[in-house]
């Protein structure tokens, strides 16, 4: 009997941790979603050309690639957990310098800074939420996790629905949201599994051969992402397409993102993360087959909420499998190697796509997005042993 009562008060610590890291990273998400619309708002105010604000908002990603490398051996040096917190101190601080110099030249390095400060927050929490997930059920915690994480970023610019865009209003909610986010830390930081601390030591570089399969997964899911975000409003007014409606799609596209990661989490439960994963780039490819087709026909709702549950589905399998696969500081080498990667096809994926519309018209969107997701099926089905 005191052996179950022991075993019942681990499991429901357990939970809390998991509960308490979840409430970490839902604070960090909408933080990071608010900032980012919030700084477009300004820069357009001050009349700063598109591309300047896209290069502006571009040094957020080049600082989570340029830390990225760093979070293994920061973890081992001061802990996982002082880590996380000091980043969140920091998110916070960085965040409030940026409101107050209002600068768009100074905001070039301070972007930068956010980048390198918020992804060690963002990797550790995501490690913490994977290292504690139970084996059996860490397709539909994952799942959760995406879900919560797609949801808090949504969210980020309903809040400025509520505070508006000028003045410290906005500002303060996000400097508040990373300091909840420290708070909630503190809360659950004894109970917090000690990952990439001891053991044997692997870098981000030296993950890659062990798993580029994953890596590779990562940088098509962001990608497409971002390519989708930023260019099928583009594509839309080849058809004649008002802005309104695109910008339908594109949350319908979100709401498909957010509603179905947990089911497809309970999914990989029961065939595996790897399979799912492969019917999920499948579906991909077919929806980029038929964008062009349904573009113009009601039938473009629905494909376009599979294709945002699928697309980002891709990811949430790659974290399941790795997870499943890596423990203690492989975990940790792998997570930041995600978070590389993801950089990377945020960064490239984009501008390829946009230079081939360039080329060969609005056709360019899905030619490019599906050859990209048409290249990681061969890789998967020819690689699977090796991966």
């Known amino acids: 009997m005191v052996a179950a009562g022991s075993s019942d008060s681990e499991a429901g610590m357990q939970w809390a941790a998991i509960t308490g890291v979840i409430a970490t990273v839902s604070v960090f998400a909408i933080a990071q979603g608010l900032s980012y619309p919030l700084l477009s708002f300004i820069l357009q105010r001050q009349g700063e050309s598109p591309a300047m604000i896209g290069l502006s908002a571009a040094m957020t990603p080049i600082g989570f690639i340029v830390s990225s490398p760093l979070i293994p051996a920061l973890a081992r040096r001061f802990g996982a957990g002082r880590t996380a917190l000091t980043c969140a101190v920091l998110s916070a601080i960085v965040l409030a310098l940026i409101g ?24 550790l929490s995501e490690i913490w939420v994977i290292a504690l997930a139970p084996p059996a059920r860490r397709g539909r915690l994952m799942g959760v996790y995406s879900t919560i994480i797609s949801a808090g970023f949504a969210a980020g610019p309903l809040c400025l629905l509520a505070v508006g865009t000028e003045g410290w209003p906005p500002f303060l909610v996000g400097i508040s949201a990373f300091v909840l986010c420290g708070i909630c830390l503190v809360s659950v930081l004894p109970r917090l599994p000690k990952v990439g601390e001891a053991g044997h030591r692997v870098s981000v570089l030296g993950f890659v051969p062990l798993a580029w399969l994953l890596l590779f997964s990562v940088v098509v899911a962001a990608g497409f992402e971002q390519g989708v975000l930023a260019l099928l409003p583009v594509y839309g007014t080849h058809y004649g397409i008002t802005e309104t409606r695109m910008s339908a799609l594109l949350s319908v596209m979100i709401a498909g993102n957010i509603a179905m990661q947990v089911p497809l989490g309970l999914l990989a439960e029961r065939l595996t993360a790897r399979l799912v994963r492969l019917i999920c780039i499948a579906i991909t490819v077919l929806g980029c087959a038929l964008l062009p087709v349904l573009i113009e026909t009601p039938l473009i709702w629905p494909m376009v909420f599979v294709w945002g549950a699928v697309s980002y589905g891709i990811y949430t399998m790659s974290i399941i499998e790795l997870g499943d696969r890596f423990t203690g500081s492989t975990l940790i080498a792998g997570n930041a190697a995600f978070a590389l990667m993801w950089g990377v096809g945020g960064i490239s994926v984009p501008p390829l796509t946009g230079s081939t519309m360039d080329v060969l018209g609005a056709g360019g969107l899905p030619l490019t997005l599906g050859l990209l997701c048409l290249a990681l099926a061969v890789a998967s089905v020819v690689g699977r042993r090796k991966a």
């Open 100 to 123: 107050w110099t209002q600068n768009v030249y100074l905001w070039f390095p301070l972007r930068f800074l956010i980048g390198m400060v918020t992804n060690p927050l963002y990797v």
